[in-house]
Every structure is written in structure tokens, then in C-alpha cells.
């Protein structure tokens, strides 16, 4: 089984602040997904990284994959209240067979 | 506007009852996935279908877990007999491969007392 590790867990931030959640593995993944879940709904997909060291932007949000494809950053520049949420990254193994859910990282964003 | 239709949103029920949740695929997705999301476990992938053939359910309890696409536009998961420890959200998914883009339905959150 292919673990996906995503750090930090919880994060409270007041507006307007930075920050850069991880989504770290031993293996190595042919892509990796990232999606964002509000209370009460379904995770929602933001961005799909495929290429080792591949960075890709979304407005305020940075995805960065690793170059050894193992890993991946989320990185929120002047964080809004409407960024609350759980973050969660997903992880497709090298047969491209199976897809595999970090536990995700809990952001609170404070006016 | 496409979208996973789940129901029942809310169910509460008694330890030892049969509970069934269903989901209406978005039209044309060939592949449907269950998960279960606790605080504890985060996203769990019980069972999933393509082309309403059951290929993986080795997420689930097989005792009293049992996941059906009886067409196209109905996915089913039941649990029977029902224990306090499957309270949880259960989430409904559709997309076009295994591994690509998932649209998630707004979930099912049970309580089973």
C-alpha cells in the first residue's frame, strides 16, 4: 500500500498570512491530485500535478510536485477566510491503477 | 449542472438495523467509487465499480457490508446489521477512469447509536 503523508494536520491562521501544507511518500506516483473540502460537501479537485517538478498556480494557491515525483507542496499566498477547509492530496501509483487519499491537512483561516 | 446525487443526507439509527444509502452517478461516468470519512480515518475507499462490474471491495467489512450497481444511474451501499462504529460520512464518486479527476456527491452521514 502506497502512503500518503500530509503535514501539518491542523493549521489556524489569521488572514492575510502565508503557509505551505506538504503531502510527502516513500513511493513514487506517475501523478498526484490535490482537493479541497468544505464542511458538509464533497472533496472538490483544485489541480492535478504529472510531471516531475511541475508547478502550477490557481489565483493564490501554488502546487509544486516533487522532482522524484514523490512528494508535493500547497502553498496559500495572503490567506482568506474562503480558504477554510480540508486539503486533502491523492496519489496515482506507477501501474496507474490505484488512487490513493492522504489524510489531509485541516486549515482554519481567521478574519 | 452535473453533479453525484446522494440520499439520505442524514440518517440516525439503532445499532442492529439495516441501513441503505444510494447514489445517481453523473451521466455518463463509467467508473463509481464508495468512501468513508471519519476523523479518525480520514477518506477510506470501501468498494468501487466500472462499468457497473464491482472490481474492489476489499475496503469493506464483508459481513455486513454489501455494495450494488443494480444500472447505470444507482449505485447502492448497504450495511446489515448496523454497529455504533460505522458512524461516518459516506461518500459517493463518479468519474471516467480510476485514476483520473473524481466528483464526489455531498455524502451521507450516518449515526448509528
Known amino acids: 500500500t502506497q502512503l500518503l503523508e500530509q503535514s501539518p494536520q491542523f493549521l489556524s491562521i489569521q488572514e492575510g498570512e502565508n503557509l505551505t501544507v506538504y503531502c510527502n511518500s516513500s513511493s513514487v506516483f506517475s501523478s498526484l491530485q490535490w482537493y479541497r473540502q468544505e464542511p458538509g460537501e464533497g472533496p472538490v479537485l483544485l489541480v492535478t500535478v504529472v510531471t516531475g517538478g511541475e508547478v502550477k498556480k490557481l489565483k493564490r494557491l501554488t502546487f509544486q510536485f516533487g522532482d522524484a515525483r514523490k512528494d508535493s507542496s500547497l502553498h496559500i499566498t495572503a490567506a482568506q477566510p474562503g480558504d477554510t477547509g480540508l486539503y486533502l492530496c491523492?496519489?496515482?501509483?506507477?501501474?496507474?491503477?490505484?488512487?490513493?487519499f492522504g489524510g489531509g491537512t485541516r486549515l482554519m483561516v481567521k478574519p | 449542472d452535473a453533479r453525484v446525487t446522494q440520499t439520505p443526507r442524514h440518517k440516525v439509527t439503532e445499532m442492529g438495523q439495516e441501513v441503505t444509502m444510494r447514489c445517481q452517478p453523473i451521466l455518463g461516468h463509467n467508473t463509481v467509487f464508495w468512501y468513508r470519512q471519519t476523523m479518525m480515518q480520514g477518506l477510506e475507499l470501501l468498494a468501487y465499480f466500472r462499468n457497473r462490474a464491482p472490481l474492489d471491495d476489499s475496503g469493506m467489512p464483508k459481513d455486513r457490508f454489501s455494495a450494488e450497481m443494480p444500472d447505470a444511474t444507482l449505485a447502492t451501499l448497504k450495511i446489515q446489521p448496523s454497529e455504533p462504529r460505522d458512524s461516518a460520512v459516506y461518500f459517493c464518486?463518479?468519474?471516467?477512469?480510476?485514476?483520473?479527476?473524481?466528483?464526489f456527491g455531498e455524502g451521507s452521514r450516518l449515526t448509528v447509536l
Open positions: 491523492a496519489g496515482v501509483n506507477n501501474a496507474g491503477n490505484m488512487l490513493t
Open positions: 464518486a463518479s468519474g471516467f477512469s480510476l485514476t483520473g479527476e473524481l466528483f
